[in-house]
């Protein structure tokens, strides 16, 4: 049962900015501060401030439900509690990469942080025709460093088991596990698609070597606590532009955070990476965006693998380093292609397909692609491989084909 907390609405931020001792040291008045929402995920509200002279925050606060389904789909605010927790993680080893947060105020379940509106969410830049930049780059490098400084390999035994305690984020992770890792694959109210792929979300629910891997990927994201995770790192968990003639990215929103398997962050960002590929191929044949998934994994190993040396615990050997990040590689494609699969068949679809004008062929083939990452993970040992399984799989027109 959630307890009482203030619910802002845009007129009380100012006000509200004002009690918390923002805008430090001035006296203002209310109508000094222009605020405007941009609530744009599924679940919380996200508030502008920008004061007459030109400074600005962000206040994003938890509501008790659901944001797009509303009060009839209730939903612990402690979420919140989470994404701070995991800002605060990330800022000690990679700081560039997440946004500034000025504070978390615990009693009403909102985070006042760095204003990013003068960067662009990735999804909607790709969508617009545009290409990755360096996001690949800054997810490998914030996976990497988050990943080994929550791991056995980065802190202490006794520190870990702090961090596995104070980590938990039951509400958030039955989403995952319902949402992503089960429901796809079952008949369920939250399921849609575009008619053009009826037939496949009828085969994929009647797959039973589909649904043993599935089984197996949802049982690892359950019980595999190999670090603090982003959990939910998608195109839309990411804002990218510049800043004094410097690339910027950005990567926000980590309410989902929990300790788990390594390979899930890897994994939801490439199933998004892959849906922007098949969005580009349809638009321009020769576009294209699947080296995302060499750059992105290339920038993981190569930080993960600088950052051994430093390990805490000299028990784990170089060759056991070989096997945890074959391990991570492995559970990182199976995640790829259940995210694939439940974007085009599940609960939270993908705009990447939607808006094409006709999303039949591009969805069809990112279902057939997503079906073999998770069957054929254990086998495609290299992003070489992985972009030469994904370019063999056609759509009805031959669209896609290498
Ligand atoms: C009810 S939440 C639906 C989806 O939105 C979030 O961004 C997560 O991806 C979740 O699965
Ligand atoms: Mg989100």
């Given amino acids: ?17 004002r009690e918390r001792g923002y805008f430090a040291g001035d006296a203002f008045a209310d109508s000094d501060i ?34 797009v389904a509303g009060p009839s789909w209730p939903m612990s605010p402690e979420r919140a509690t989470a994404e701070a927790r995991a800002y605060r993680r990330v800022t000690a080893v990679a700081p560039e990469t997440v946004p500034a947060v000025h504070g978390y105020d615990a009693d009403n379940y909102a985070l006042t942080m760095e204003n990013l509106a003068d960067l662009r969410v990735l999804r909607t830049v790709l969508n617009e025709g545009a290409g990755f930049g360096g996001a690949s780059t800054a997810v490998g490098v914030f996976v990497a460093r988050l990943a080994f400084a929550t791991s056995d390999f980065g802190m202490s035994s006794a520190e870990r088991k702090a961090l596995l305690a104070e980590s938990v984020n039951p509400e958030l992770c039955k989403i995952t596990e319902d949402l992503v890792l089960a429901e796809p694959y079952l008949e369920h109210e939250h399921n849609h698609w575009h008619e053009s792929v009826a037939d496949l979300a009828a085969a994929f629910r009647a797959d039973p070597a589909l649904r043993t891997e599935i089984a197996e990927l949802r049982h690892t994201f359950m019980s ?7 959990g939910d790192l998608h195109t839309g968990s990411i804002m990218v532009g510049e800043r004094d003639g410097r690339e910027v990215v950005k990567i926000f929103d980590p309410e989902f955070s929990f300790v788990g398997p390594v390979g899930f962050d890897l994994g939801l960002y490439w199933g ?16 294209g965006h699947l080296d995302e998934i060499a750059h992105s994994w290339q920038a993981f190993d190569t930080e993960f693998r600088a950052l051994w040396p430093t390990r805490v615990d000299t028990f784990f050997d170089d060759a056991y380093l070989d096997r945890f990040l074959r391990r991570v590689w492995t559970d990182a494609l199976g995640y790829a ?3 694939i699969i439940r974007r085009i068949v599940g609960f939270a679809q993908l705009s990447d397909l939607e808006t094409l004008p006709d999303p039949g062929p591009a969805t ?6 997503g079906r073999e990452l998770v069957l054929r ?12 399984a994904i370019t063999e799989i056609a759509d009805d027109s031959g669209i896609g084909a290498a």
């Fill in 34 to 67: 222009h605020v405007h929402e941009v609530s744009d995920g599924n679940l919380n509200r996200v508030f502008l401030a920008t004061h007459r002279d030109g400074r600005s925050l962000a206040v994003k606060q938890a509501l008790p439900w659901v944001r």
């Fill in 337 to 339: 292609g259940a995210e």
């Fill in 272 to 287: 998004n990476v892959i849906a922007a590929d098949a969005r580009a191929r349809v638009l321009a044949p020769d576009a």
């Fill in 1 to 17: 049962m959630t307890r009482e907390y203030r619910i802002l609405e845009a007129e009380d931020v100012p006000g509200y900015l």
């Fill in 364 to 369: 069809r083939r990112a279902l057939r692609i």
């Fill in 377 to 388: 993970r254990g086998t495609l040992a290299d992003p070489r491989q992985v972009r030469k």
């Fill in 224 to 230: 595999g606590a190999q670090a603090l995770l982003h």
